[in-house]
């Protein structure tokens, strides 16, 4: 015991550290449901933290097909989807997404972390080059990590720079045969802004690279449908790889790859979450089945989404807060100082509203904030209430007058 204490004390410093800067994770245990409200620590309060974008997580249809799933195939597949883990239910998903991305095919994973740590790796390796938006995700960035490929990172949608990077790297640095591979988030999580796909898809053709958008947040938010980027800007056909989660709006867990069928055929033999690590489970894809045929039938969801997300954002600009560049359901309200975002969430908490302090290193020093997320689930009373206890906290703590 004791040589553990030594061996390990460096942990436990580094803890107490982070400790007494406040930075350590406080728990936060969910006793019910997802919805508008839930209860958190014991209480009920108003939910603006998920990505619950259509309240899917707990839609009724959903929850029967994942119990009819499990009566007919049991709970987990015990295998990987190359060995025993691929039901007709998989198959069926990949079919269903395919054809609500409107792409040729879908290989689906058990993330869409999974989708990203599969994708880069197996599509660049030594002597390639790819060009990053900075602020990309997490995955994207372990991703490249994993595909020991050199990483460019480009200033956030800056597509002059970008192109001067591109230029000063190709072709003179880097040999004929190598790949070139783009790669940007779709919705940037902490701002909510939005992708330049259009120029990326256009800088993408001129030096042909592969272009990759990760759709995490633009899935069941932007597009027809909640179809997402790409049919946003209607650029079906000229993004090559769509990364997708169904951990956010489709409500339940899970990431894929919609994209060219030898894209997707490459992937199956050369992806090693897809080869390693064992299949979704069975009432988790029978959930996502039930949730993309929901969306394909009816935008209803999405419009209120939107319709609460403008009428969340008008109001709570009226009142004098700041909330950056977002366009799209993801609300940053900026405060500054992490102290003070920290002490911000907790009285919106203890006045029941559940939003989270963003800050560094999630976002640059200074510019901490609480991030609003707006769901399809709330109720325009919900959003009055949370614009009230805004607006009261904001003028106790000096943000507004
Ligand atoms: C959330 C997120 C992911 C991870 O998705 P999971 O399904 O939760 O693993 C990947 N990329 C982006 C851009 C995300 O926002």
């Not at 599969?118 to 390796?125: K, S």
């Not at 602020?135 to 595909?147: G, M, T, V």
């Amino acid at each position: 015991m004791k040589t553990q204490a030594t061996k390990l004390n460096w942990l436990s410093e580094n803890l107490k550290e982070l400790g007494s800067k406040g930075l350590l994770i406080q728990k936060r245990v969910i006793e019910s449901p997802m919805g508008a409200k839930i209860k958190v620590n014991g209480k009920w309060v108003l939910n603006f933290c998920s990505n619950n974008y259509l309240g899917l997580a707990n839609n009724p249809l959903l929850k029967k097909a994942a119990k009819k799933a499990i009566d007919k195939y049991g709970i987990g597949p015990t295998a990987v989807r190359t060995i025993a883990g691929t039901t007709k239910l998989h198959l069926k998903l990949e079919e269903e997404l395919a054809k609500f991305k409107k792409t040729e095919a879908v290989i689906t994973f058990q993330s869409g972390f999974m989708a990203n740590l599969a994708t880069i790796p197996a599509l660049v390796g030594e002597g390639d080059i790819i060009f990053s938006d900075e602020l990309n995700h997490a995955s994207i960035i372990d991703a490249c990590r994993l595909s020991k490929v050199e990483v460019v990172r480009y200033n956030h949608t800056d597509t002059k720079d970008l192109e001067n990077k591109i230029k000063s790297k190709l072709p003179l640095n880097i040999p004929l045969k190598s790949k070139t591979l783009i790669v940007t988030d779709g919705v940037f999580s902490m701002d909510g802004d939005i992708s330049p796909l259009p120029e990326l898809v256009k800088l993408s053709e001129k030096y042909n690279a592969i272009l990759m958008v990760d759709d995490a947040h633009g899935e069941g938010v932007l597009g027809k449908n909640g179809r997402g980027i790409v049919d946003h800007f209607n650029l079906h056909g000229k993004v090559d790889i769509e990364i997708g989660t169904m951990s956010k709006a489709i409500g339940v867990v899970g990431g894929y790859v919609a994209g060219e069928k030898v894209i997707i055929d490459w992937l199956r033999l050369r992806a090693r979450p897809f080869l390693f690590s064992s299949a979704m489970t069975i009432p988790d894809v029978a959930a996502c089945i039930s949730a993309v045929k929901i969306l394909q039938k009816s935008d209803k969801q999405v419009l209120k989404l939107w319709d609460n997300t403008k009428y969340f954002k008008e109001k709570i600009k009226g009142l004098g807060f700041d909330i950056g560049k977002s366009k799209t359901p993801i609300v940053p309200v900026m405060l500054g100082e992490v102290k003070l975002a920290q002490e911000f969430s907790k009285r919106l908490f203890e006045n029941g509203i559940f939003a989270m302090a963003i800050g560094y290193p999630t976002v640059p020093e200074g510019s901490a904030r609480i991030r609003v997320m707006m769901s399809a689930a709330h109720s325009k009373n919900d959003l009055d209430k949370a614009l009230e206890v805004f607006s009261n906290v904001g003028k106790k703590l000096g943000v507004i007058s």
